[in-house]
Every structure is written in C-alpha cells, then in structure tokens.
C-alpha cells in the first residue's frame, strides 16, 4: 500500500510555469507506475501523464505534450509534474496516483489506478 501527497499548486499568470511534487510512503515506490490526473469543475478526471517505474519511459495527454513533463526520484519516493507555459484551460485540481502494474492503455484511466493524492489546486489567470 501506499500513501500520496501532492503540492506545489497555486495561482499563476498565463504563460508561467509550477513544478507539482507528489511524495509516496512506504518502500515499494519503485514498484509502482505513476500517474498524474486533473479534474476541472463540472468535468470528468481526465488523465495528464504517466510515467513508469524506472522513469525511462513517460506518457503525455496531447493537450500538453510539449509543455510538461513528468519525472520521478525513487531515492525520494517523489514524482514530479513541472509545468510550462500555463494556460487558463490548465486550471484544475491536479491529483497524482498509483498503480502496481504497467499498461500502456490502463494508465491513461482513472479507475485502473489503486492510489490517490487529495489533490492540489492549479488555478491558471488569463
């Protein structure tokens, strides 16, 4: 099992930039493949990125390839989402989760992942 805590949310201007941290408990962090979801209100939980468990291979929504990336430190037991080049369309609560297994297409779905942050406001003004 394991426990997550995102931060790093906040108020940015268009066109700025936030790096996300989501901090895992336990010690089996480096067995787990990561995901960071957001959810804007009035819409569905829609997924941003994946990444697997050795970091070597990281999966982006299109409407932001280009402009984040997705990282881990499994020393940390952190994963990261930095953030550039912000758009009002960005704004969302921003929730990273886990899942125990890799799957190119699971990952890309909320309900196929066992773990879940509380979630961190990103709110992007135009």
């Known amino acids: 099992q394991v426990q997550l805590v995102e931060s790093g949310g906040g108020l940015v201007q268009a066109g700025g930039s936030l790096r996300l941290s989501c901090g895992a408990s336990g010690r089996t962090f480096n067995t787990y493949t990561m995901g960071w979801f957001r959810q804007a209100p009035g819409k569905e939980r829609e997924f941003v990125a994946a990444?697997?468990?050795?970091?070597?291979?990281?999966y982006y929504a299109d409407s932001v390839k280009g402009r984040f990336t997705i990282s881990r430190d499994n020393a940390k037991n952190t994963m990261y989402l930095q953030m550039n080049n912000l758009k009002p369309e960005d704004t969302a609560v921003y929730y990273c989760?886990?899942?125990?297994?890799?799957?190119?297409?699971?990952?890309?779905?909320?309900?196929?992942?066992?773990?879940w942050g509380q979630g961190t406001q990103v709110t992007v003004s135009s």
């Open positions: 990444i697997a468990r050795t970091g070597g291979s990281s």
């Open positions: 989760a886990a899942r125990p297994t890799f799957s190119i297409t699971a990952m890309r779905i909320h309900t196929r992942y066992d773990y």
